[in-house]
């Protein structure tokens, strides 16, 4: 499964940085298989924020607990508001 959140921001260091915790946390989450973070080649203040995960159970059970509730739903909560979770067709 695939979740992509799009940010925008004229501050990229601190976006930066608040990723770089976010994915501290979801690293060690069961189920989690690799993130990166990439900017937008027209539009320098649009990133992206591409996290794989095993299943859309894994990701739902990684924003709960303390250290996600303090890392990283404030930083996905300032997100695009727009669908993120995407799965692979073939496995429908």
């Known amino acids: 499964m695939l979740v992509i959140t799009r940010f925008r921001t004229s501050q990229?260091?601190?976006?930066?940085?608040?990723?770089?915790?976010?994915?501290?946390?979801?690293?060690d989450r069961p189920g989690f298989e690799e993130a990166d973070l990439v900017r937008n080649l027209d539009e320098p203040e649009l990133w992206a924020?591409?996290?794989?995960?095993?299943?859309?159970?894994?990701y739902?059970?990684?924003?709960?607990?303390?250290?996600?509730?303090?890392?990283?739903v404030p930083l996905l909560s300032e997100a695009l508001d727009e669908p993120s979770a995407y799965e692979d067709p073939e496995l429908l």
């Open 12 to 27: 990229p260091d601190m976006l930066g940085e608040r990723v770089d915790r976010a994915l501290a946390v979801l690293r």
């Open 49 to 58: 924020l591409l996290l794989r995960w095993r299943d859309v159970g894994s």
């Open 60 to 72: 739902r059970r990684a924003l709960q607990g303390y250290e996600a509730k303090v890392t990283v």
